[in-house]
């Protein structure tokens, strides 16, 4: 598994006359690399077919990692949710038991949101 992105590229070889310079398909390559974003900068690295074959895979269960991980934090932000309205629910029980009032009732929370 890994981060990156693969890319396939293939080029024009220059010399005149050569059928590359207009058809795709008489191009050099395909030439595979690799990149990726390592702290700021962009580390490339060139790659076989074969190697390009395995990068591939090895991406995309990094693309399947990150999905699921998304899953669990979206389930974990939920939980975390009604955590916080048991929370409240207790505190303002509590508060009625002992008479106490909130600091300004009438002002409604805020709501925020965050992505
Ligand atoms: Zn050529």
Do not use: N
């Not at 690399?33 to 991406?59: D, F, K, M, P, W």
């Amino acid at each position: 598994m890994r981060r990156g992105s693969l890319s396939e590229r293939t080029v024009k070889c220059g010399k005149p006359g050569c059928p590359c310079a207009q058809d795709p398909r008489a191009r050099r390559g395909p030439y595979y690399s690799l990149t990726r974003a390592v702290g700021g900068r962009t580390h490339s690295r060139l790659l076989t077919r074969e190697q390009a074959a395995v990068v591939r895979q090895q991406i995309q269960a990094g693309h399947r990692l990150r999905a699921r991980l998304e899953t669990y934090w979206e389930d974990s932000e939920a939980r975390a949710d009604s955590q916080l309205k048991e929370a409240s629910a207790v505190s303002t029980e509590e508060a009625e038991k002992g008479g106490f009032q909130p600091a300004s009732p009438t002002r409604p929370f805020r709501k925020s949101k965050r992505s």
